[in-house]
């Protein structure tokens, strides 16, 4: 699936839960189903983003010896 999906997801979820704080008698269907969306957006886009290689800020040379 592509990302813009994930984040319409992302989008969909939260105002769901939104939507539901601000209403007299708040479903707890479309709070339970705004906080899936929500959280199957965040884990699908956060598998795409990649480890860090470590980053050395410390590299001896035998030349600079």
């Given amino acids: 699936m592509s ?3 994930y984040y319409v997801c992302l ?3 939260v105002s769901l839960i939104i939507l539901s704080e601000f209403q007299e ?3 707890l269907i479309l709070q339970i ?3 899936g969306l929500l959280m199957l957006a965040l884990y ?3 598998k795409g ?3 860090r290689p470590t980053k ?3 590299i001896e040379n035998e030349e600079e010896e």
Avoid: A, N, R
Wanted: proline share 5%; glycine share 10%.
């Fill in 3 to 5: 990302k813009s999906i």
């Fill in 11 to 13: 989008v969909l979820g």
């Fill in 25 to 27: 008698t708040p479903f």
């Fill in 33 to 35: 189903s705004g906080l």
């Fill in 44 to 46: 699908q886009l956060s």
């Fill in 49 to 51: 983003i990649e480890d």
């Fill in 56 to 58: 050395d800020s410390y």
